[in-house]
Nanobody, 123 residues
Framework: QVQLVESGGGLVQAGGSLRLSCAAS????????MSWFRQAPGKEREFVSS????????DYTDSVKGRFTISRDNSKNTVYLQMNSLKPEDTAVYYC????????????????WGQGTQVTVSS
């Protein structure tokens, strides 16, 4: 069993930055692929970024490429999402998720989810 707790969300002006953290409890965090998803009001949950167990393979949705960076510290059981040049359209609840399989853009492939953290970008 893995429990995930996100933090770092908040209100920021367009062009600003935030760093989200997702702390995992439980065993074998380093064996899980990790991802960030987001869900804006009235919209479906969408993939943002993923990272494999070792941190050597990352993936980003096109709308965040060059602005967001995913990373992980297996010694701290934590995955991060550095978000720069934020835009109002990045406003959403951000969720981290863990998969016992490889990284994927499909939310159905993830085994564990956090409760989410709100990110609001004002124009």
């Amino acid at each position: 069993q893995v429990q995930l707790v996100e933090s770092g969300g908040g209100l920021v002006q367009a062009g600003g930055s935030l760093r989200l953290s997702c702390a995992a409890s439980g065993r074998a965090f380093s064996m899980y692929a990790m991802s960030w998803f987001r869900q804006a009001p009235g919209k479906e949950r969408e993939f943002v970024s993923s990272i494999n167990w070792s941190g050597t393979i990352t993936d980003y949705t096109d709308s965040v490429k060059g602005r967001f960076t995913i990373s992980r510290d297996n010694s701290k059981n934590t995955v991060y999402l550095q978000m720069n040049s934020l835009k109002p359209e990045d406003t959403a609840v951000y969720y981290c998720a863990a998969s016992r399989g490889g990284p994927s853009r499909n939310d159905w492939s993830y085994d564990y989810w956090g409760q989410g953290t709100q990110v609001t970008v004002s124009s």
